[in-house]
């Protein structure tokens, strides 16, 4: 009982300096989720502000809904007004139907900025914007093909991306069927719960 008890002293010390350590670390942390949490709610207000646009394949974030520009083309085989998929539907003033020389056709959505990856040198053959050159456009996360980039054709051929992202004369055309909005993609991911019921 003796030894009992006396281990029981000693761990009772042991537990009171391990017990105070934790609770410093709690001090520690504390006004940091204070803090996440004050900038939780600006966050989410951006987002359903703007949508975020998503890679089909993967999943990245590519695009920002407020960035849907228009840039008209005289080669486009026609242009409609359309809302990308999603539960708050997502106005896109013309979303524009081409076809490529080798008779496959896009519908193409203009961005003034979209994260993604371009692939220099630029080709202003068979450009579907004339005065603008065009380089492939990819998913940086999956290397999905997403579209093509577009700057002036008396640019260089290669530029470096700061250069093309700072410059206002430069857009994105991203394929329709490439993008789903993040909305859209959540909801994919709640529909699975139906089959474990
Ligand atoms: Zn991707």
């Known amino acids: ?16 300096t391990a017990a105070s350590h934790p609770l410093l670390l709690l001090l520690f942390l504390h006004p940091c989720l204070q803090l996440g949490r004050a900038c939780g709610p600006g966050t989410e207000k951006d987002v359903s502000t703007d949508p975020l646009m998503l890679c089909r394949a993967c999943g990245a974030e590519v695009a920002n809904g407020s960035d849907v520009g228009f840039v008209p083309s005289r080669l486009a085989l026609s242009s409609r007004n359309d809302t990308l998929p999603g539960g708050r539907r ?31 040198p630029a080709d202003e053959r068979a450009s579907w914007f004339p005065g603008f050159a065009w380089t492939v456009a990819t998913c940086p996360r999956c290397k999905a093909h997403l579209g093509w980039g577009f700057q002036p054709d008396h640019w ?42």
Do not use: C
């Not at 009982?1 to 009171?16: E, Q, R, V």
């Not at 979303?95 to 993604?116: C, S």
């Open 90 to 120: 997502v106005a896109v003033p013309n979303v524009q139907l081409f076809e490529n020389p080798h008779g496959r056709r896009f519908e193409v959505i203009a961005f003034r900025r979209a994260g993604v990856a371009l692939h220099w």
């Open 1 to 16: 009982m003796g030894t009992g008890s006396g281990t029981g002293g000693t761990g009772g010390t042991g537990m009171g």
């Open 156 to 197: 260089p051929h290669t530029v470096t991306a700061s250069h093309f992202e700072d410059s206002p004369s430069t857009f994105l055309g991203l394929i329709a069927r490439a993008l789903v909005t993040e909305e859209f993609a959540s909801s994919l991911l709640v529909t699975p719960k139906s089959f474990v019921s």
